[in-house]
Nanobody, 116 residues
Framework: QVQLVESGGGLVRPGGSLTLSCVVS????????MGWYRQAPGQQRELVAT???????MYADSLKGRFTLSRDPAKKTLYLAMNSLKPEDTAVYYC??????????WGQGTQVTVSS
């Protein structure tokens, strides 16, 4: 069983920045990857960034250079730093984790709204 709790969303002006956090509760050695996805109103959920255990972050092509995924193993936290935000970045952002037994877990989501 894996539990994911996101935080850090909110309202930000275009050009602003936000950092999302995802605290993970899991048994050691059970995760093979973690990532961030987002879903805008009326749109399908899409990948933002992902990282495999021991790997390097991989990003959606359209977001490279503006978004940065990082993690703090000691705090069991995954972060998504978002810069130069645009109105089209408005969405619910979800933390995701995949386990060695091929299960996928999702957090409850955190709303990010980019608007002037």
């Amino acid at each position: 069983q894996v539990q994911l709790v996101e935080s850090g969303g909110g309202l930000v002006r275009p050009g602003g920045s936000l950092t999302l956090s995802c605290v993970v509760s899991n048994k050691p050695g059970t995760l093979i990857s973690m990532g961030w996805y987002r879903q805008a109103p009326g749109q399908q959920r899409e990948l933002v960034a992902t990282i495999a255990s021991g790997g390097v972050p991989m990003y959606a092509d359209s977001l490279k250079g503006r978004f940065t995924l990082s993690r703090d193993p000691a705090k069991k936290t995954l972060y998504l730093a978002m810069n130069s935000l645009k109105p089209e970045d408005t969405a619910v952002y979800y933390c995701e984790a995949e386990t060695v037994d091929n299960n996928t877990y999702w957090g409850q989501g955190t709303q990010v709204t980019v608007s002037s």
